[in-house]
């Protein structure tokens, strides 16, 4: 079955740190693009974080300095590092993917092949 799994939410204080992981079951994520969005409740999904295949990276401002995408693609994985969180970061964290060769004239816009099924981020204290 081919898909997305996220891992890595959770509950933390508002300063901590979490990572979270995109790990791609049944294909490999070398020539994909990946997509992290965010749902909070009462909200639209806003894309937060883009890398590309050869790893072009696009963040929103309300993160910039703050995460950090990379991926690994040995081991098939994309991985959003988010510090200095905030109580405005909680949300349901989803990856999604497409080919990167597909042009869209944002990474935030357009058609996804895979999406995972959402990790909850929740920053309180």
């Known amino acids: 079955q081919l898909q997305l799994v996220e891992s890595g939410g959770g509950l933390v204080q508002p300063g901590g740190s979490l990572r979270l992981s995109c790990a791609a079951s049944g294909f490999t994520l070398d020539y994909y693009a990946i997509t992290w969005f965010r749902q909070a409740p009462g909200k639209e999904r806003e894309g937060v974080s883009y890398i590309s295949h050869d790893e072009d990276t696009v963040y929103i401002d309300s993160v910039k300095g703050r995460f950090t995408i990379s991926r690994d693609n040995a081991r098939s994985t994309v991985y959003l590092q988010m510090n200095s969180l905030k109580p405005e970061d909680t949300a349901v964290y989803y990856c999604?993917?497409?080919?990167?060769?597909?042009?869209?004239?944002?990474?935030?816009?357009?058609?996804?092949?895979?999406w995972g099924q959402g990790t909850q981020v929740t920053v309180s204290s």
């Open positions: 999604a993917a497409r080919p990167s060769k597909r042009y869209y004239t944002s990474p935030f816009l357009g058609l996804f092949d895979y």
